[in-house]
């Protein structure tokens, strides 16, 4: 059987898990869901990251019991068998490389419109696509390099997001105007709800932490811990984010600009320099981004080849790097793919469904779980099982809300899985 090295600290995961959280989901993202909400925008991140964190709470206990690479894949094929845990892989795996593709065009957004703002909108597509390989190649060279690579990007956008709100904050203590959060819902609540299904978006990512626990030295604790502190530190970056971007900037105009927080940044510095310290940000928000969804979406192809529902060559290890080459460079190129709809709003709102799905069956795992696994987890839920069902439930209801377009691409997709599932089933151990 393929092995990967386990090499990954709980520094490492952490890495991993702030890298694949924060990018576009907040420095794109909120300016789209802003000019749907107006002020409750806020609201909308609280809601976002509360549901995210009943299946982040879930994913935690269930990654302490089970070790394998995976995720919600591992998890679904444990609980309900190998058709349904095939469906969550391959959806998995779906909104991973669809994620490269989003952040990659938020990349290339922030780029243009701000650096390069003459050029035409199709350099927004081929700068996506350098982008895409630029950072195929460490996802080759290990997960180690990845990490390294990782951790200073995240450093880099950490620095950008906290200045913002630490500038923000005392901008708002002197200038704060109260009409800028009235009406708090001007477009009703229900826009609320969906601009919660659109900021969704920002707070995925945490289960790319499971995704790496037959590389981690210690799984069963690292990752389960790794998983609650990367989620914990972004959720108050994007309330304080949301603040201070409402706070300071009418939510019309945050609507209308493609980059919003740099926007926000100029407004309350009134300077250039520090816009294009927080334009920097996001590139490299972004940028890390696309680098851990590259390593999410390559070890779930590696995960299901491994189980035979793909071909072989998807699992093999390269002897000298310890990677999967042949899935890193499937992933890159399917992401490359997408690129080419040029199209933020539906690749977000597709990878949303992907995720909700995914975590609606991650949240069933681990009620189906429970009892029938003896290995007592290292991480333990209390009132089971209260939060994975307010878990599943809250993923459905957010799912409603999603755009019709991306829920039909999104059933299309796990369509086409069904007959891939049954055209190989004889092969499937």
């Given at each position: 059987m393929s092995k990967l090295k386990r090499e990954l600290s709980l520094l490492d995961l952490v890495d991993i898990g702030i890298s694949q959280i924060i990018g576009a989901g907040i420095f794109v993202v909120i300016g789209i869901a802003a000019g749907v909400a107006g002020p409750s925008v806020i609201l909308a991140f609280w809601i976002a990251g509360m549901v995210a964190l009943l299946t982040a709470l879930s994913t935690a206990e269930l990654s302490s019991i089970i070790t394998e690479t995976g995720s919600s894949y591992a998890y679904a094929k444990r609980a309900f068998g190998k058709f349904?845990?095939?469906?969550?892989?391959?959806?998995?795996?779906?909104?991973?490389?669809?994620?490269?593709?989003?952040?990659?065009?938020?990349?290339?957004?922030?780029?243009?419109?701000?650096?390069?703002?003459?050029?035409?909108?199709?350099?927004?597509?081929?700068?996506?696509?350098?982008?895409?390989?630029?950072?195929?190649?460490?996802?080759?060279?290990?997960?180690?390099?990845?990490?390294r690579i990782s951790s200073v990007l995240v450093a880099?956008?950490?620095?950008?997001?906290?200045?913002?709100?630490?500038?923000?904050?005392?901008?708002?203590a002197k200038n704060f105007n109260v009409n800028n959060f009235l009406p708090f819902f001007p477009n009703g609540f229900s826009s609320t709800l969906t601009a919660s299904s659109l900021v969704f978006f920002a707070f995925l990512g945490f289960q790319t932490i499971a995704m790496a626990s037959e590389e981690a030295?210690?799984?069963?604790?690292?990752?389960?811990?790794?998983?609650?502190?990367?989620?914990?530190?972004?959720?108050?970056?994007?309330?304080?984010?949301?603040i201070v971007s409402v706070g300071s900037v009418d939510w019309r105009i945050l609507?209308?600009?493609?980059?919003?927080?740099?926007?926000?940044?100029?407004v309350i510095t009134n300077n250039e320099y520090a816009s294009l310290f927080v334009t920097f940000g996001a590139l490299?928000?972004?940028?890390?981004?696309?680098?851990?969804?590259i390593y999410s979406s390559s070890r779930v192809l590696f995960a299901l080849s491994r189980d035979n529902f793909l071909p072989k060559v998807l699992s093999r290890i390269n002897e000298n790097f310890g990677t999967p080459i042949a899935s890193v460079a499937i992933s890159s190129l399917i992401a490359a793919m997408i690129v080419m709809t040029g199209?933020?709003?539906?690749?977000?709102?597709v990878v949303n469904f992907g995720s909700l799905f995914n975590f609606v069956l991650t949240n069933l795992s681990l009620i189906k779980l429970k009892n029938k696994i003896k290995k007592k987890p290292s991480f333990e839920l209390p009132f089971h099982?209260?939060?994975?069902?307010?878990?599943?439930?809250?993923?459905?209801?957010?799912?409603?809300?999603l755009e019709n377009n991306a829920k039909i691409i999104g059933i299309l997709w796990l369509l086409i899985g069904a007959s891939i599932y049954f055209l190989r089933r004889k092969r499937i151990k």
């Open positions: 349904v845990g095939f469906l969550a892989g391959w959806m998995r795996y779906f909104d991973n490389v669809v994620s490269i593709s989003a952040v990659s065009l938020g990349f290339s957004a922030y780029l243009l419109s701000l650096l390069f703002p003459l050029l035409p909108k199709n350099f927004m597509i081929a700068s996506s696509l350098i982008l895409i390989l630029a950072l195929t190649l460490p996802n080759i060279l290990g997960a180690k390099i990845t990490t880099i956008k950490l620095s950008a997001l906290s200045f913002l709100i630490f500038v923000g904050f005392f901008y708002l030295k210690n799984p069963r604790k690292d990752v389960p811990l790794a998983i609650l502190i990367s989620f914990l530190i972004c959720f108050l970056l994007y309330i304080g984010a949301a609507g209308n600009v493609d980059h919003p927080l740099s926007y926000v940044a100029q490299v928000a972004t940028a890390s981004v696309a680098l851990a969804s199209s933020i709003n539906l690749v977000v709102s099982p209260l939060i994975p069902t307010l878990g599943a439930i809250s993923c459905i209801v957010l799912m409603l809300f």
